[in-house]
């Protein structure tokens, strides 16, 4: 099992002792501050220079074929679970999307589904369990992946131990995957990380409420299907889904870049909220 898989359950553990604090907002928040400071200190340190040196060195072509390749994992696990939820509809699109670039784009190097129409939307197993009903639970700080909560957070459990990155062997293979995504998908938000840098707010709010929205829209957006949704009859129809993240989990995504992901993911910022569970 993975070793974060294995820190879920101490997760768990921590959101029930906090539940009993004085802040409803964010009973955990003295355990996500502190968090938040380690990740942000092992981003600016190791992180982010490593990113920097690899996009120095590394031609764009090919930054954009891992970024690519990796996509083509991620939309594997979004079928996954939008077969899950029961959007049929979009689960077949996303089948066709694996197949095209699997078969056409050297193995998901190149992204020939989105030229031909049938475009990413990117879906994870925590919207799975929000679609079924369970609740957010505490906002938790994951150590180097950022913000969540005690449901995303099962849900990241979850697909380290069960994604298509999971079943690659040997396990030093998949190690390594993980790392080159990890490493790559920071190179990819540097710019972004660099404007957040510069806000004068307390980036420990400001990286929790947008996380908070735009999670907020993605769950209420598959609440709102019926349990069977089989869409449109045209599965190469056209969507408007973010992408902020290259269709696959940002693997130890530093909180500030993250926060940055969803600052300009386009969030309804007047969704309901999703009540937390304690």
Not at 90 to 110: A, E, I
Not at 113 to 123: Q, R, S, V
Not at 152 to 177: C, H, K
């Amino acid at each position: 099992m993975k070793p974060m898989a294995r820190f879920i359950p101490l997760l768990a553990l921590a959101a029930l002792g906090g539940c009993a604090t004085h802040n409803p907002q964010d009973p955990l928040e003295p355990y996500n501050r502190a968090m938040f400071t380690i990740n942000d200190k092992v981003d600016k340190a190791v992180l982010k220079p490593v990113a920097t040196g690899y996009k120095a060195v590394t031609p764009t072509p090919i930054r954009h074929g891992v970024t690519n390749f990796f996509g083509n994992f991620g939309d594997v696990w979004s079928m996954t679970n939008d077969f899950l939820q029961g959007n049929v509809h979009d689960g077949l699109s996303t089948f066709m999307r694996v197949g095209v670039n699997s078969v056409f784009g050297l193995f998901g190097t190149l992204d020939i589904a989105t030229e031909m129409g049938i475009y990413k939307h990117p879906n994870d197993f925590g919207l799975t369990l929000a679609r079924w009903g369970v609740g957010s639970g505490p906002y938790v700080v994951l150590p180097f992946y950022g913000p969540s909560t005690v449901r995303d957070a099962a849900g990241t459990g979850v697909f380290l131990a069960y994604g298509p990155t999971a079943q690659i062997n040997p396990p030093s293979a998949s190690y390594g995957a993980l790392a080159l995504n990890l490493v790559n998908t920071r190179a990819n938000l540097l710019s972004a990380s660099n404007l957040f840098d510069q806000i004068a707010l307390d980036p420990y709010v400001f990286t929790r409420s947008a996380y908070e929205q735009r999670r907020k829209s993605q769950v209420e957006e598959v609440r709102d299907r019926p349990i069977i949704d089989l869409g449109e009859p045209n599965p190469l129809a056209k969507y408007s889904y973010d992408d902020a993240n290259g269709g696959l989990m940002s693997f130890a995504s530093p909180t500030p870049t993250a926060a940055a992901s969803a600052a300009n993911s386009g969030a309804k910022t007047d969704a309901k909220p999703d009540a937390p569970s304690h």
